[in-house]
């Protein structure tokens, strides 16, 4: 984050910092420039907290000043100690850079500073960056221009970045940076603040401007002026930010994501909204036409993490509704196996934050396979969207919380919404049908909240189960995503061994984990959609509780003949087949939500994660 105006820098960019901490959370660092030549930073290893301690044993007086910046850091080059924390410093101590993103030629860079004599004081890629803007402001033609300093080094530079510059000479402007990693300005009343995420200057301003790609902005407290990396005058894309600042609260919860699993109703509800108009299904920012939509033969589904997860619920779906061979592919893996891909393939591109790195590459390896390409996102303007053929938002509000809750319920009614456009396109569901489909969608949100009023017998569980070793996720048809959701979640929040297997597969050698004891979720499917497939999974659980496990179901009201093979029995209501997913996994969050919080976790924040992976 960066800042430029009339209130006390440090006191703003600790805000922001406060709001964004989510993205990273294994340092903290803050500059000040003084308006005097001088430039105050501290950082610390650790929480933002850290750095607040230091700050008050070192005195906040020391950062008096009205521009300034500051920085949470994902650990990428270098261990998370001080040293390696942002901001980084030339040798002078006169240039301060925030980085997020990886710079991948820094090792060239690096040996090139190092064979002229500069040393380098941390393992980062950061640190380069910023001897090299303060090389490049000492002399030659960019010889006291900051912003033509750092758009000389920026062309130099490979790999994905945002660059926040201060420059001691030049107290009164802020120069960032961005190539396919996130930055916006955020433009108020006589202050300017650029910043990862609109979250750290939403106190002050909703009115923010888009950056594009390559795209370099001087920001100071008048404004702001955006160039690109040549210096060719550019446009940023302004937008008013349509979420206030209480969204980024935890009104009165104890973590964000407990907050964001109770919103999961109005997430649903304003997501759908909409997106049936004139007896059609219409999407956000559709660039792909009917026709093209007509002559798709095969989707993909690219994703990572829980947004992978949504992908294999939607692949149920938009089978079962088009017609179409869906395949669901982890992001991190499509572009390196060389998938076959033409005009005629849509890839559906899902990802809350819409930076993942992951999943931007394999946007831009099927665009240049001139597949089409849809974006499922719940962030406005952000990469991934901005380089997609055609848009579906996900309307369910910033998700603070590290694990995906709301963003993931809504990816998967928005899939479905693609599923039915696409159906509609070609004809393999009558008006009508698509009609139904929707309003089947629309009566979720009363469902959903239907399972969170219920939610403390499953709070009661989880805290009898925070001291199991390893917990197993079983489901069939749409269950088995929520299967594998439900394990991630327990992984990620509980840091306990946890997996998810598609019920059938059990037999094939999963079956010998079954030991006394070992806690077994169920996902079962209604016994009034898929009969078969309810008597299966039937059988499957009195085989693994004949082994002794303990046997935690996650049903329909009213099924009675899972009753028996159900050590505790967890009920949701009745809703169609494909729309399960909706209510089945809200008692998974809460299940791992509670366990962590009993194991002394902190729930918005596991170990070891962030928020958006703007790495590869
Ligand atoms: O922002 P994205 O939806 O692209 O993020 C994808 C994953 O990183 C994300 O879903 C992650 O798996 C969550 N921590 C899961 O709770």
């Known amino acids: 984050m960066g800042y430029v105006g009339h209130r006390q820098a440090l006191d703003v960019v600790l805000g922001g910092l406060r709001r964004m901490e989510y993205r990273g959370y294994d340092s903290a660092g803050v500059a000040v420039l003084d308006g005097a030549g001088s430039l105050t930073v501290e950082r610390k290893a650790g929480r933002l907290a850290n750095l607040e301690s230091a700050l008050d044993t070192t005195g906040r007086d020391a950062f008096t000043g009205t521009a300034g910046m500051g920085h949470t850091r994902w650990a990428t080059h270098g261990a998370p100690v001080d040293r390696n924390s942002h901001p980084h410093r030339d040798s002078s101590d006169r240039v301060a850079v925030v980085h997020n993103g990886i710079i991948e030629n820094f090792a060239a860079l690096r040996a090139e500073l190092e064979a002229d004599g500069v040393e380098l004081t941390s393992d980062t890629d950061t640190e380069t960056t910023a001897h090299l803007i303060a090389r490049a402001y000492d002399e030659g033609a960019t010889k006291g221009d900051l912003a033509a300093s750092v758009r000389t080094v920026c062309r130099r530079l490979e790999g994905a970045f945002t660059l926040v510059v201060t420059h001691a000479d030049q107290p009164d402007l802020i120069v960032a940076a961005r190539r396919s990693s996130p930055l916006v300005v955020g433009v108020g009343e006589g202050e300017t603040f650029v910043a990862s995420d609109v979250a750290a200057f939403i106190e002050h301003t909703c009115e923010a401007v888009e950056l594009g790609q390559d795209q370099l902005v001087v920001i100071d407290r008048d404004g702001y002026t955006v160039t690109d990396f040549d210096g060719e005058p550019a446009q940023g894309k302004p937008f008013t930010v349509d979420w206030d600042l209480s969204a980024a609260e935890k009104g009165g919860h104890e973590y964000f994501m407990l907050k964001e699993i109770e919103e999961q109703p109005d997430a649903l509800a304003n997501t759908l909204r909409g997106h049936f108009e004139a007896g059609r299904i219409v999407l956000d920012e559709q660039r792909i036409s009917e026709q093209d939509l007509r002559d798709v033969d095969k989707v993909f589904v690219v994703a990572c993490g829980s947004a992978y997860h949504s992908g294999l619920v939607a692949k149920y779906a938009i089978e079962h509704w088009c017609r179409l061979p869906v395949e669901v592919e982890l992001a991190s893996e499509f572009r390196y196996r060389d998938p076959v891909l033409d005009r005629d393939t849509l890839v559906v591109a899902v990802s809350q934050s819409g930076e993942t790195a992951d999943t931007l590459e394999a946007v831009r390896h099927a665009r240049t396979q001139k597949a089409r390409v849809l974006a499922v996102c719940n962030t406005n303007g952000a990469q991934i969207p901005r380089e997609s053929d055609a848009v579906l938002y996900t309307h369910a509000g910033p998700e603070i919380g590290v694990a995906s809750t709301k963003a993931f319920l809504a990816q998967i009614a928005a899939n479905y919404l693609v599923g039915l456009a696409l159906a509609q396109a070609r004809g393999t569901k009558y008006p009508d049908e698509v009609a139904r489909e929707f309003s089947e969608l629309e009566a979720m949100p009363a469902a959903v909240h239907k399972v969170l009023s219920t939610v403390e017998q499953v709070r009661d569980l989880g805290r009898r189960m925070a001291d199991s070793k390893a917990v197993l ?130 729930v918005d924040k596991p170990r070891n994660l962030a928020k958006s992976v703007t790495v590869e």
């Open 473 to 602: 996720f079983l489901g069939r048809h749409v269950g088995f995503p929520v299967a594998l959701e439900g394990a991630l979640k327990l992984k990620e929040l509980a840091y306990m061994h946890a997996e998810g297997f598609a019920a059938g597969e059990l037999k094939h050698g999963p079956i010998a984990l079954i030991e006394e004891g070992l806690p077994v979720v169920v996902v079962m499917p209604s016994p009034r959609g898929r009969a078969v497939l309810h008597a299966k999974l039937v059988s499957n659980i009195s085989e693994i509780q004949a082994r002794g496990a303990r046997t935690i179901v996650i049903a329909e009201e009213g099924d009675d003949t899972v009753r028996p093979f159900a050590d505790e029995l967890v009920e949701v209501p009745a809703v169609p087949t494909l729309l399960q997913p909706l209510v089945s996994t809200v008692p998974l969050q809460v299940l791992a939500a509670e366990i962590a919080r009993t194991r002394g976790y902190d």
